[in-house]
């Protein structure tokens, strides 16, 4: 490996190619991620309504522990560090929980308005 970085024009065509061939995958797989994202705070957001509905708390910590035990588990298994599973697992519900207490907050105050 060099230290020095390469112009763009002294690069082989090849590896440009190939560069660009997995940037095209890694982006296919971003939107896939957004996507997937999408639907789960989707279906978030009608938890959030329900569980303002039914006076439940926001954060259920027994569900998050079972759900991190899960995802790293299935993180070893398709090697990927579970450290890194679970802290993204936890920034996600993190704001879940943040959409859970506007929505019981808007319920609470007769606001129309839902979390974003
Ligand atoms: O399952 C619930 O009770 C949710 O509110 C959803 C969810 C999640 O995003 O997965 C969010 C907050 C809870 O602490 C646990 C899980």
Not at 76 to 92: H, M, T, Y
């Amino acid at each position: 490996m060099t230290t020095s970085n390469n112009a763009a024009g002294d690069v082989d065509p090849a590896v440009l190619a190939e560069l660009a061939r997995l940037r095209a995958s890694i982006d296919n797989i971003d939107a896939a991620v957004v996507h997937m994202l999408a639907e789960r705070f989707k279906a978030t957001q009608q938890v959030g309504h329900l569980k303002a509905a039914h006076q439940l708390p926001p954060a259920d910590p027994a569900r998050e522990a079972r759900q991190i035990e899960r995802l790293r588990g299935l993180a070893e298994s398709a090697k990927l560090d579970p450290g890194f599973a679970e802290k993204f697992l936890n920034f996600i519900i993190a704001e879940v929980i943040r959409h859970h207490e506007r929505i019981a907050e808007d319920a609470v105050n007769g606001s129309a308005k839902t979390a974003n």
